[in-house]
């Protein structure tokens, strides 16, 4: 039968080689980071079945309405499919709802039509997800588009089966047409970031196929024979008769727009049978996964490579649709209202700046293009860049590190027509701070006066407040110096880029909390979570001075001193500090690797190991990048050692695996760390390619004895942008033992202000 041509072809594919790696999409396993939890995260992921950046996700839901653990590998039943467009746990989602076959006694109540499922019948491949229901023995099947999906559903022999649809509570409503074998409707249930106006309205079309039995519901009572219900929690259940091995499938498409415009989003689905639609999904993975070609390594780091690289391409997520024209139009979670233009959504730029983003700036330059034109668009609707997006404004993290995104495009050649609105929304984000959000800057007015956030001053992670701060400070004098600015126009921020030093306590050799008339935290402990800090302390901080590193250096007395200072990370124990305040998961989760204070699980670090080819020392920095990714990534449902993080912790292995890492986003420079494979091959979008290639490379040779560059041999610990994007073949020569001598002098060094500054 035809219905089992694609479950057969996936069987095959999955018997297949994994080594020959022909078609990367078969290297992805979506449920990676599922194994997580409240308190311990393993990635707080569920599994995404949808296309690269898609505007609606797809997933299981084995979490009940409202949970943000939607979806988790320990759990055993299944309540629904659920289209979502939840970042994270702790953002929860927005304009959900679900679809849920059942056959016997007809119940709407979440609990009572879950059915028992078991993940050795369960296939999730990007672009396909399927399941044996047990309690019921429906197979269900999904295969997206960017916005619309079509499941299949194979049904036994019943004299009834059902389709479920639940709207979810907080307003919603739903109308079965059984002249048109479709459900329509829309949900509004959402977290916060929208306007009143907001609705995500549905279109579920069965085809041909007639509709048996038709009902609604309340969440509670449900209404056989009726057709509509406009309530707190809507629903509505459509039943067929079935026979052995029967197939339903339904086709589904959303829209923030309109009912009109999700009916034309449904059009993606086209003509198209689920098995097109499904291997299209395929295609379209593997062209984009296919981007990046890595060979000789394991057949794990393949794995883990290429699952990180898929993470790495869902976030930011196309927040925009396409009017009957073509031409992008969206709904502004900002101001409620229809426009025309790009926009973006779910991500959060605390932890996306670091490299996700600049990941997008060197593989997929068009992505990021429309992504700055969306921004353009967040700023005109709102008057301001935002710094966590779901969809709109969320208070949630700090930072302005909206100028750090903008920077590192421009810096890359990735320009939009209103580049003039991004520098205004820069530059006015600086001095202001939008409430209730965390768009713009918290304390902006004690920054501007002292140099610092004040530790006494009511206004919480005041030192990392003040370090992120100084960063976004020279992002906007870099833009702006790109940009032609003027240097009047320039200066205060060329010199509020120095303001990190404030905050640097000599006598702790550390960053510490300062009064608003001058003195240091006298009760300051460096072990100590929060307060002055966020989601760390001091000796996770204390190294975030990403665009100037010597100028961190000379503060802590030199390179040797700053290469001791890192190398006491690792060394201090983990449980220094986890009294300090009450239990985090990022606190248990540093504590459980046995790396020291050492928290790659959260952001602030993962960049430090890198500050090594600054310090003198880079056999360190090769040391350490694999033994991070040796020990705290792999393949499988407890993948990571926190949260993923809408990509950026997926995009750190995939730059780190590849042998180079942005430090300093706005920069052009990569640092040098230890490549994973024997051979990798990144394919531009100008038609170039990078080559980088480690001849015999394997677990035991982790240190580079020697880097070429187009067939020259150089001691620097750095590569170019321009270098890379002109088309390059680099190759490192690998060793078991560190080189001591290679790129230990000061001008094999990156980028670093204050080198600059004193030139």
């Known amino acids: 039968m035809k219905i089992k041509f694609l479950s057969a072809a996936l069987a095959c594919m999955l018997a297949a080689s994994a080594w020959a790696v022909t078609e990367p999409v078969d290297m992805v396993n979506p449920l990676t980071g599922t194994l997580s939890k409240f308190e311990l995260s393993t990635g707080n992921n569920y599994p995404v079945i949808a296309m690269p950046w898609g505007m609606n996700f797809w997933t299981p839901q084995t979490g009940r309405n409202g949970d943000g653990w939607q979806y988790t590998y320990t759990a055993d039943k299944i309540q629904g499919f659920k289209q979502t467009h939840q970042p994270s746990p702790w953002m929860n989602d927005y304009g959900m709802f679900s679809l849920m076959p059942i056959t016997g006694e007809v119940t709407f109540d979440q609990e009572k039509r879950a059915s028992w499922f078991s993940h050795k019948a369960e296939v999730a491949k990007p672009y396909y997800y399927r399941v044996y229901l047990a309690d019921y023995d429906i197979t269900t099947e999904i295969a997206p588009t960017e916005r619309a999906a079509m499941f299949r559903f194979t049904f036994p022999q019943e004299d009834m089966s059902y389709v479920i649809l639940d709207a979810f509570d907080r307003g919603s409503y739903v109308q079965v047409q059984p002249d048109k074998h479709r459900i329509v409707g ?50 509505a ?104 233009g790009y926009l973006f959504a779910d991500t959060g730029v605390w932890d996306t700046f670091r490299c996700l983003f600049p990941f997008l700036n060197l593989v997929y330059p068009s992505m990021n293009r429309e992504m700055q034109a969306g921004l353009v668009n967040a700023y005109l609707e709102s008057g301001y860049l935002p710094e966590w997006s ?109 303001n990190y030093a404030n905050v640097y306590n000599p006598q702790r050799q550390l960053m510490c909390g300062r009064e608003e008339k001058g003195a240091f935290n006298d009760k300051f402990v460096a072990e100590d979570w929060s307060g002055e800090f966020c989601e760390g302390n001091s000796w996770h901080w204390s190294f975030c001075v990403f665009h100037d590193p010597v100028g961190l250096s000379r503060l802590m007395g030199g390179r040797s001193q700053l290469v001791q200072m890192m190398d006491s990370v690792f060394v201090l124990p983990s449980y220094l500090g986890m009294r300090s305040r009450g239990m985090i998961h990022e606190m248990r989760e540093m504590q459980v690797m046995d790396m020291g204070q050492y928290a790659h699980g959260n952001q602030p670090i993962q ?82 390619s990078i080559v980088l290639q480690a001849p015999g490379n394997n677990k035991d040779t982790r240190y580079v004895n020697d880097v070429k560059i187009n067939g020259k041999s150089v001691s620097r610990t750095w590569l170019s942008h321009d270098e890379l994007t002109a088309g390059a073949r680099i190759q490192f020569q690998m060793s078991g033992k560190p080189n001591m001598k290679r790129g230990t002098a000061e001008k094999d060094a990156p980028y670093s202000f204050s080198s600059e500054e004193t030139k």
């Not at 970031?193 to 969440?219: L, M, P, Q």
């Not at 498409?253 to 639609?277: H, P, W, Y």
């Not at 997926?650 to 180079?660: D, H, I, P």
Request: proline share 3%.
């Open 186 to 235: 829309y949900t509004t249930r959402n977290s916060g970031g929208v306007t009143s106006e907001f609705k995500n309205w549905f279109v579920i079309d069965f085809g041909e196929r007639n509709f048996d039995y038709v009902a609604v519901t309340d969440g509670k009572d449900i209404r056989k024979g009726q057709t509509e219900a406009r309530e707190d929690h809507s629903g």
């Open 237 to 340: 259940i459509v039943g067929f008769r079935t026979k052995h091995r029967d197939v339903v499938t339904a086709r589904v498409a959303s829209s923030f727009i309109s009912l009109e415009q999700a009916e034309r989003n449904l059009g993606e689905l086209g003509t198209k049978s689920f098995d097109e639609v499904a291997q299209a999904g395929r295609k379209t993975w593997n062209d984009v996964l296919g981007r990046i070609e890595v060979q000789g390594g394991s057949e794990e780091q393949m794995r883990t490579f290429y699952s990180c690289l898929w993470r790495s391409l869902h976030f930011p997520r196309r927040f925009y649709e396409l009017d009957a024209q073509g031409k992008p139009v969206h709904y502004s979670p900002y101001n409620g209202k229809v426009l025309p």
């Open 390 to 498: 779901s969809p709109g404004h969320r208070d949630c993290m700090i930072g302005q590190n909206s100028a750090s995104v903008v920077a590192d495009a421009y810096i890359k050649g990735i320009r939009v027509e209103d580049q003039e609105k991004l520098w205004d929304a820069v530059t006015y984000g600086a001095h202001h701070h939008l409430d209730r959000s965390a768009s713009g800057r918290v304390g902006h007015e004690y920054y501007d006066r002292l140099g610092y956030v004040p530790c006494n001053v009511g206004i919480g992670q005041n030192v990392a407040r003040t370090l992120e701060y100084a960063y976004n400070d020279w992002c906007i004098y870099t833009l702006g110096r790109a940009m032609g600015k003027s240097e009047a126009e320039l200066a205060p921020y060329k010199k509020a880029a120095f």
């Open 607 to 688: 960049h430090m190991v890198y500050l090594y080819d600054w310090a003198g020392q880079p056999w360190k920095a090769q040391y350490w990048t694999r033994e991070i990714m040796d020990k705290l990534y792999n393949p499988n449902a407890d993948a990571y050692c926190g949260d993923e993080d809408n990509g950026q912790t997926s995009a750190w292995y995939v730059f780190s695996a590849m042998g180079f890492y942005p430090v300093c986003p706005g920069t052009k420079q990569y640092a040098i760390g230890s490549p994973l494979f024997q051979s990798v091959k990144v394919k531009l979008e100008n038609g170039k």
